[in-house]
């Protein structure tokens, strides 16, 4: 059983950045892929990035390529979302969650999952 706490969402204008942290419970974390996703209002969630179990690969969606990086420490069992540029449309509850293969972006497929932190990016 994994536990995941998102933190550090909140109110950013465009082009600020903010940088997100979901926190995990157990020895278990770096078997763990970690992916994040986000939904907004009305939509699907949408995944938005995964970092494999050493922190050595990421993989983004095309919408958040170039302006988010996504990190761990395993050490600390914690990864991190930075997102930089934002834009609007970034506007979404973020989630992150952990799974056991890497590059997967169908939310169904991941194991565990974290209550979500909320960023808002006015223009």
């Known amino acids: 059983q994994v536990q995941l706490v998102e933190s550090g969402g909140g109110l950013a204008q465009a082009g600020d950045s903010l940088r997100l942290s979901c926190a995990a419970s157990?020895?278990?974390?770096?078997?763990?892929?970690m992916g994040w996703f986000r939904q907004a209002p009305g939509k699907e969630r949408e995944f938005v990035g995964v970092?494999?179990?050493?922190?050595?690969?990421?993989y983004y969606a095309d919408s958040v390529k170039g302006r988010f990086t996504i990190s761990r420490d395993n050490a600390k069992n914690t990864v991190y979302l930075q997102m930089n540029s934002l834009k609007p449309e970034d506007t979404a509850v973020y989630y992150c969650?952990?799974?056991?293969?890497?590059?997967?972006?169908?939310?169904?497929?991941?194991?565990?999952w974290g209550q979500g932190t909320q960023v808002t990016v006015s223009s």
């Open positions: 157990g020895r278990t974390f770096s078997s763990y892929v």
């Open positions: 969650a952990a799974g056991r293969v890497y590059r997967v972006v169908r939310p169904t497929l991941y194991d565990y």
């Open positions: 970092i494999n179990w050493t922190g050595g690969s990421t």
